[in-house]
T-cell receptor, first 115, second 114 residues
Framework: AQTVTQSQPEMSVQEAETVTLSCTYDTSENNYYLFWYKQPPSRQMILVIR??????QNATENRFSVNFQKAAKSFSLKISDSQLGDTAMYFC????????????FGAGTRLTVKP | SQTIHQWPATLVQPVGSPLSLECTVEGTSNPNLYWYRQAAGRGLQLLFY??????ISSEVPQNLSASRPQDRQFILSSKKLLLSDSGFYLC?????????????FGSGTRLTVV
């Protein structure tokens, strides 16, 4: 079974600074997908960024980028120029390439952006 | 465009009472549907998923059940709630075979069992 580990329960960052959230996963699959979801106080889950394991190039979405290290099974999220609206729970998630699209989530990291 | 509706938003139920949470998806056909539970301060636990009408897979043995009576309707039920059933329940859908798009989530139901 696939497991996803987020070792940082809480983090904080000053507004406009950069922060990196860690995620590691365990799988015997070769093809899979990785995701970062954001859950603000409203509790709505919002997809931040996704990465296909067969692509070596790290995904980027505006201020959000990932550092995907397939051999190390690591998938960290970097948030640049942090904004107050980035305050949220961030969940790392894993999905196999073949299967029923069931996604496995880490326990989450609570990020607070301080003014 | 596709939308997902989940209700009720909040629910307070006594121990031993029944439960019915409903989720519907619009704008797509034959979606994969999921129920997750999020305990306070914790990650998301997959409870059930469905790849078609009447097809339900359970991930965690418990006193909850799920049904899919229509293509775009997914219901989470219980005959008798336990205190441990309290949590935040999220419904989600995905396009079958389109793994790279991830899930679209509903707005969630906060269930408190008292």
């Amino acid at each position: 079974a696939q497991t996803v580990t987020q070792s940082q329960p809480e983090m904080s960052v000053q507004e406009a600074e950069t922060v990196t959230l860690s995620c590691t996963y365990d799988t015997s699959e070769n093809n899979y997908y990785l995701f970062w979801y954001k859950q603000p106080p409203s509790r709505q889950m919002i997809l931040v960024i996704r990465q296909e394991a067969y692509k070596q190039q790290n995904a980027t979405e505006n201020r959000f980028s990932v550092n995907f290290q397939k051999a190390a099974k690591s998938f960290s999220l970097k948030i640049s120029d942090s904004q107050l609206g980035d305050t949220a729970m961030y969940f790392c998630a894993f999905m196999k390439h073949f299967g029923n699209n069931d996604m496995r989530f880490g326990a989450g990291t609570r990020l607070t952006v301080k003014p | 465009s596709q939308t997902i509706h989940q209700w009720p938003a909040t629910l307070v139920q006594p121990v031993g009472s029944p439960l019915s949470l409903e989720c519907t998806v619009e704008g797509t056909s034959n979606p994969n549907l999921y129920w997750y539970r999020q305990a306070a301060g914790r990650g998301l636990q997959l409870l059930f998923y469905s790849v078609g009408i009447g097809q339900i897979s359970s991930e965690v043995p418990q006193n909850l059940s799920a049904s899919r009576p229509q293509d775009r309707q997914f219901i989470l039920s219980s005959k008798k709630l336990l205190l441990s059933d309290s949590g935040f329940y999220l419904c989600a859908w995905s396009v079958p075979g389109s793994w790279n798009y991830g899930y679209t989530f509903g707005s969630g139901t906060r269930l408190t069992v008292v």
